[in-house]
């Protein structure tokens, strides 16, 4: 069966970011480094910047990052969020605090007309993330 990952695109930032959604959600962190790959052509200074990057929860999430290189064009996300739901309230609400530090609520974790519990934010690198926590 397939599996559908999200994969954030950074400039610059992805080892930052995978570091902090580290902490957030926990699990087991693996980068790559342009570096490590002499051969793919990236340019002089590039080589500590992020190839690919991958965060594995002990709870079945994963999250995949790298930094796009200066030689190709980098359009940050939009019209794209990270949706993240379940029944496990206080995980939720852990991950939820987790992400809001530095970042922005668009819409405050709040009971959700449909039941549950529901909100958006935008994280520290610009990320948008949305947050369900199942009704009863």
Do not use: C
Not at 52 to 78: E, I, K, V
Not at 105 to 110: H, V
Request: glycine share 14%; no cysteine.
């Amino acid at each position: 069966m397939p599996i559908l990952n999200p994969y954030l695109s950074f400039r610059d930032t992805a080892r930052q970011a995978l570091e902090f959604y580290h902490g957030v959600l926990g699990g087991s962190l693996e980068i790559d480094t342009f570096g490590s790959y002499p051969d793919m052509g990236f340019e002089p200074g590039e080589g500590d910047l992020v190839m690919h990057g991958q965060l594995t929860t002990d709870d079945g999430l994963t999250l995949m990052a790298s930094d796009t290189p200066s030689s190709m064009d980098y359009q940050p996300a939009q019209g794209i969020s990270v949706s993240l739901s379940g029944n496990e309230s206080d995980r939720l609400h852990a991950v939820w605090d987790g992400l809001s530090e530095g970042g922005m609520a668009i819409m405050p974790l709040a009971p959700a007309p449909w039941g549950g519990e529901f909100g958006m934010l935008v994280d520290r690198f610009g990320i948008t993330w949305m947050v369900n926590v199942n009704g009863e």
